[in-house]
């Protein structure tokens, strides 16, 4: 998650805060869909990336862990009704039906 700065545009942002938080460069950004957020009364908005590799070093002030799931697993390895599960199940759909 992060905040679009004054000249940035949303990929840029996107590119920047993965980078940040994990140590990945992206090498493909594709917006998914966006939802509203009452718990912060923020839009959020979602893309699917893919990057350059697979070595996550994340940032201990800004991610507690990360590691990398299948995607037929997933949707279990998430919180049940978060947003996150809510937007990969939106891209999951849209992936399926452009089969």
Do not use: Q
């Amino acid at each position: 998650a992060g905040y679009v700065s004054r000249g940035e545009d949303l990929e840029t942002t996107v590119a920047r805060e993965v980078r940040e938080e994990t140590g990945l460069d992206l090498t493909a950004i594709r917006f998914n869909t966006s939802r509203f957020y009452e718990g912060s009364n923020t839009l959020m908005v979602n893309f699917a990336c893919t990057a350059a590799s697979e070595d996550l070093r994340p940032n201990p002030g800004e991610v507690d862990g990360a590691h990398w799931v299948p995607v037929e697993d997933v949707l279990d390895a998430m919180r049940p009704h978060s947003l996150a599960k809510w937007f990969v199940r939106r891209y999951l759909e849209k992936f399926r039906d452009a089969r």
